[in-house]
């Protein structure tokens, strides 16, 4: 079974979250929700959200993906967080998967992740973007080689899709498109 961490803190985009969880569970991905202080976390919109775990605590395990939703401050404490950074180079040096959405996608160039390569990101960190990035695009979900990246909460589902598609197979993607009308 593919494994997918997905750190996240205070003003975390509720709906990026919950759609990027929920699609890749419904694929029968394991998905480890992982707080940086392993307490439930209250995102921008206000709402309550429960966590599986303290990032710490998973941040030497195996995985295949690491997926960093958006939201301010979210994006802006995970792109600090030396534990995050750290995972993302590992898991990078690995090949594995790495996607960000919305602002997230700041933390991967702040890391050093997107030099030479093509993203996207919302718009209020397009210009950090443009500073590291080969080509900034402004399609809904940008992926190159390992690296998936997002626009923010009405591209989450389509995103979550294409990481189920990355993950598992075409066909999962399509058929969890299809049974939730998407």
Request: hydrophobic share 45%.
């Amino acid at each position: 079974m593919k494994r997918v961490l997905v750190p996240f803190t205070t003003g975390v985009e509720e709906i990026e979250l919950v759609a990027i969880v929920d699609i890749l569970r419904r694929a029968d991905v394991e998905v480890c929700m992982a707080s940086l202080d392993g307490n439930p976390v209250v995102g921008r919109s206000g709402i309550t959200i429960g966590v599986d775990t303290k990032f710490d605590e998973v941040t030497n395990q195996a995985w295949d993906m690491l997926v960093l939703p958006g939201g301010l401050p979210n994006a802006d404490l995970l792109k600090e967080n030396t534990d995050v950074q750290k995972v993302a180079q590992v898991l990078a040096k690995q090949d594995k998967y790495i996607a960000a959405i919305c602002a997230a996608p700041a933390a991967l160039a702040h890391f050093g992740l997107l030099d030479d390569k093509q993203a996207t990101s919302h718009p209020v960190v397009q210009q950090t973007l443009e500073q590291h990035v080969h080509t900034y695009q402004q399609q809904a979900v940008v992926k190159d080689g390992s690296i998936i990246t997002s626009r923010g909460a009405g591209t989450a589902i389509t995103f979550a899709l294409q990481l189920v598609a990355e993950l598992t197979d075409q066909q999962t993607a399509d058929n969890i498109k299809a049974a939730i009308l998407a």
